[in-house]
Structures are given as structure tokens and as C-alpha cells.
């Protein structure tokens, strides 16, 4: 089974660029996770889709950050202008849905290492 | 303070060594909690899930004080391969949204 695909795998941009980040999950998983690893540090999640819509957004910083799954599959992650503080990797992860259970392992991409100088 | 805490390490220990794990949350509505293992610059992959009885895979335990807010991960017989950073992590429930640990980083040595 294919795992989640993420491209490209590392990008270097300048602040106040823009910059996109692909992913397309795991065969049939419904759901689609967008994190952000700062070095030292645990995934913090951005978003969360169902499909094509979104179940959680609380910690995107919206005035830069957004993110789409137009057709319920892959998704995009955009981030317009870009600030030094933006350079993590971005993990994309996605689960399948188990409604006889709360809870659902997720799989995680290979992740985009962005650097913005 | 942080939704969930454990010790950043890094724990250095020789190969054959019992090593422990501690961690704590914060949020007492979480319901579901996991060891996620990290390769130095890879992605996250699930090690285990923890329960509130206690279960072994292995050379890996992982027990869960629901009481106190405490999950543990205990390794015995290290090995080299071991090395790794381990993720503490906790699920708040109905959106499977996960709440990650800074993790421990594990140096196994030779």
C-alpha cells in the first residue's frame, strides 16, 4: 500500500515569498491532517479536513496560512508571505474513519522541510 | 504550561540498558494515548497505543495513571536501532486530534 505523498521535499524561499505544499494521503482515508514541526519540537497541527471539509483550524494563522482538499483527496498548503519564524517541516498525515472507535492511527508523510531566509 | 510535558532528554544509555519514559497531560477530557517514535529527520510513526491496564509489545511497555495524568514507556534490552526520538501523545476525542509531546530524544550507545 502507498503511503502519504508529500512534494517537494525541501524549499528554500525568501521572507514575504509564497510558497505551496502538496500532499495526497493514503488511498481511501477520509481524513487529512496539515502539522507543523519547528526543530526540538512536537508536530503541531494547522488543520484538520473530513473529506473536503474542515474539522479543525484553531491553530492555522490564518492571515497567512491556507489550506485546501477541493475534491475530498489531495490537499494544498499555502503560506503567503512567509515569515522567518514559518521554517519547520510541514507533515501532512491522514486516517481512515472507524466509526466504532474515538480514535485512529494516523500516517504521516515524508514531510517538506522549509528553510525561509 | 504545556498540554503535554515530557523530558526533552537526550538519555544516553548503553546498549542492553532499561530505559523509562515519563510523561504528563494536562487536559483531563483526553481519552486516547500513544508512543510515536521518530527517526532523525523522518516523519512520526505510531510505536503503540497505551492503555489504562497496562500492555507490552515486545521489549516496550507502556502503562497509563489516568488518575494522576501520567503515561510511561519503558524499553528493556536496548539496542542501537533504538535511537530515536520518542513522541508522547495524547487524543482529546471526538476529531482525533492529536496533542504531541516536545519527545525524548533516546542515544543508545554501543
Known amino acids: 500500500e502507498a503511503g502519504v505523498a508529500q512534494s517537494p521535499r525541501y524549499k528554500i524561499i525568501e521572507k514575504r515569498q509564497s510558497v505551496a505544499f502538496w500532499c495526497n494521503p493514503i488511498?481511501?482515508?477520509?481524513?487529512l491532517y496539515w502539522y507543523q514541526q519547528i526543530l526540538g519540537q512536537g508536530p503541531k497541527l494547522l488543520i484538520q479536513?473530513?473529506?473536503?471539509?474542515?474539522?479543525?483550524d484553531s491553530q492555522l494563522p490564518k492571515d497567512r496560512f491556507s489550506a485546501e482538499r477541493l475534491k475530498g483527496v489531495d490537499s494544498t498548503l499555502k503560506i503567503q508571505p512567509a515569515k522567518l519564524e514559518d521554517s519547520a517541516v510541514y507533515l501532512c498525515?491522514?486516517?481512515?474513519?472507524?466509526?466504532?472507535?474515538?480514535?485512529?492511527?494516523?500516517?504521516f508523510g515524508p514531510g517538506t522541510r522549509l528553510t525561509v531566509t | 504550561r504545556k498540554e503535554v510535558e515530557q523530558d526533552p532528554g537526550p538519555f544516553n544509555v548503553p546498549e542492553g540498558a532499561t530505559v523509562a519514559f515519563n510523561c504528563t497531560y494536562s487536559?483531563?477530557?483526553?481519552?486516547?494515548f500513544f508512543w510515536y517514535r521518530q527517526d532523525c529527520r523522518k516523519e512520526p510513526k505510531l510505536l503503540m497505543s497505551?492503555?489504562?491496564s497496562g500492555n507490552e509489545d515486545g521489549r516496550f511497555t507502556a502503562q497509563l495513571n489516568r488518575a494522576s495524568q501520567y503515561i510511561s514507556l519503558l524499553i528493556r534490552d536496548s539496542k542501537l536501532s533504538d535511537s530515536a526520538t520518542y513522541l508522547c501523545?495524547?487524543?482529546?476525542?471526538?476529531?482525533?486530534?492529536?496533542?504531541f509531546g516536545t519527545g525524548t530524544l533516546l542515544a543508545v550507545q554501543p
Open positions: 488511498s481511501g482515508h477520509a481524513t
Open positions: 501523545v495524547v487524543n482529546r476525542g471526538a476529531t482525533n486530534k492529536l496533542i
Open positions: 487536559n483531563s477530557a483526553s481519552q486516547s
Open positions: 479536513f473530513q473529506n473536503n471539509g474542515v474539522v479543525d
Open positions: 498525515a491522514s486516517s481512515p474513519i472507524d466509526r466504532g472507535r474515538s480514535s485512529y492511527e494516523q500516517y
Open positions: 497505551v492503555y489504562s
